[in-house]
């Protein structure tokens, strides 16, 4: 039923071949070939994840953990098995650290309520940085607005888009409860030295969190390296399906925190009065869960481990560095952001005098998906000055075809609005 991975990178991987397992990439918009460059809003879905969760409706329908019927063994095998492999998919040290959640953001609300409200008073600091993404900044306000705690925010260094590490000690230190933070920016295209960030937390006994959204898809992520107490991401940016994520919580943590909702599933005993709580992870896990979405997840992580994630992480890089070479060379006046080097897979950037939603538009009706705004990073928007940008962001299905294709319909808007 549900295919073993293959961890063995492929050698001399086909990327184009690759493409024809995405059916969806093979159409034209308004008359032209689609160009996706929309990967980090969300990623499309391979033929071997929507076939898993066909096969699931087709054949196991049944709900997890309560039947003892075959349909219901069925389910619940399949369910646990893919808790087992996130595990292996982050390096974890069980299963027993695998939470599954929504995406990334049910994860830091979960760990905001049932971790904070525990251990966060009045007066402690939590230290976010200043590229966050709405998802890793809101949910810390609520908390600090119930409970008195304070944010800080580690500054970033301009349009370059890097933290300022140099003064990290300044922002961490022994009155800091939690540091929180991005792995790779998704309008940046930073890729934070997230190791370091959580050694020089753990010196100080500070709990940490990392948002591994635009990373755990793109390149390999292993939480026992990175040696973090928190790491989420969600399944639809690295090829699964919508609504289904993963929350990892190291053992000892997970199991101090108390329920983040109530429910079926969740509990020892209900008595009127007062219940009982299951351990971690199945505490975390109230309802029905998102049967198929699991096994939608699991089926995307054997997916991107056949190609192998360094390989990806190498491919979305040479990409990235490709693009950005390119739009350097723009004339006309482009204002980039993010780092010159060492960048992830995507380009943010501004045109002079075109808004971003102008170049989205232009773009859509010659079939290159972009995307234009504020990327859920209002507050690094107005640090950098800017209200919006345009960004282009790629996954290995991606071509420099496809980005010589993108940037020459960028020379075309930079013709139009310039006359
Ligand atoms: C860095 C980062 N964090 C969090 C999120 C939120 O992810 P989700 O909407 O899947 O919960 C995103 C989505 O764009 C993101 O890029």
Excluded at 50 to 66: I, P, Q, S, T
Excluded at 335 to 347: N, S
Aim: glycine letters at 8%.
């Amino acid at each position: 039923m549900i295919a073993e991975a293959t961890e063995e990178p492929l050698a001399g991987i086909d990327w184009a071949a690759l493409r024809k397992d995405f059916p969806i990439l093979d159409q034209r918009v308004h008359g032209h070939p689609l160009i996706y460059l929309d990967n980090a809003a969300t990623t499309q879905k391979p033929r071997a994840v929507v076939d898993a969760l066909r096969n699931y409706y087709e054949k196991d329908n049944a709900n997890v953990h309560r039947g003892i019927h075959e349909l219901s063994n069925r389910a619940t095998t399949a369910y646990e098995a893919a808790r087992t492999r996130a595990a292996k998919f982050i390096n974890a040290r069980s299963a027993d650290e695998i939470v599954f959640t929504r995406g990334t953001t049910e994860g830091i609300n979960l760990v905001a309520n049932a971790w904070g409200l525990k251990n966060i008073k009045a007066g402690d600091k939590i230290l976010l940085t200043e590229m966050e993404h709405h998802s890793n900044i809101v949910p810390w306000q609520l908390l600090a607005e119930r409970t008195g705690a304070k944010l800080l925010f580690l500054p970033i260094t301009g349009d370059i888009g890097l933290l300022d590490m140099n003064h990290l000690d300044e922002w961490l230190t022994k009155d800091v409860k939690l540091f929180a933070m991005m792995h790779i920016s998704n309008s940046l295209g930073t890729i934070n030295p997230v190791v370091e960030m959580c050694a020089r937390a753990r010196k100080l006994g500070v709990t940490t969190l990392v948002d591994a959204a635009q990373s755990a898809g793109h390149r390999p992520v292993d939480v026992q390296e990175i040696d973090c107490d928190f790491l989420v991401f969600s399944g639809h940016k690295m090829c699964g399906p919508t609504g289904i994520g993963v929350l990892y919580g190291r053992q000892e943590v997970l199991e101090k925190m108390p329920p983040y909702q109530g429910g079926g599933e969740m509990i020892l005993s209900v008595e009127y009065e007062k219940s009982t709580w299951k351990a971690a992870p199945h505490r975390f896990e109230a309802g029905t869960p998102d049967i198929s979405g699991v096994i939608g997840l699991h089926a995307a992580m054997d997916y991107l481990d056949k190609i192998g994630r360094d390989n990806i992480a190498h491919h979305d890089q040479e990409l990235g560095a490709y693009a950005y070479a390119k739009l350097s060379q723009l004339k006309g006046g482009i204002r980039l952001f993010g780092p010159h080097i060492g960048r992830a897979g995507l380009v943010s950037f501004l045109l002079k005098d075109v808004h971003a939603h102008d170049v989205v538009t232009v773009a859509d009706q010659r079939g290159v998906a972009l995307r234009g705004g504020h990327h859920c990073n209002q507050p690094l928007m107005r640090k950098l000055g800017v209200e919006s940008t345009a960004r282009a962001s790629f996954y290995f299905y991606n071509t420099t075809e496809e980005i010589d294709r993108f940037v020459g319909v960028l020379q075309e808007i930079q013709k139009f609005f310039a006359t």
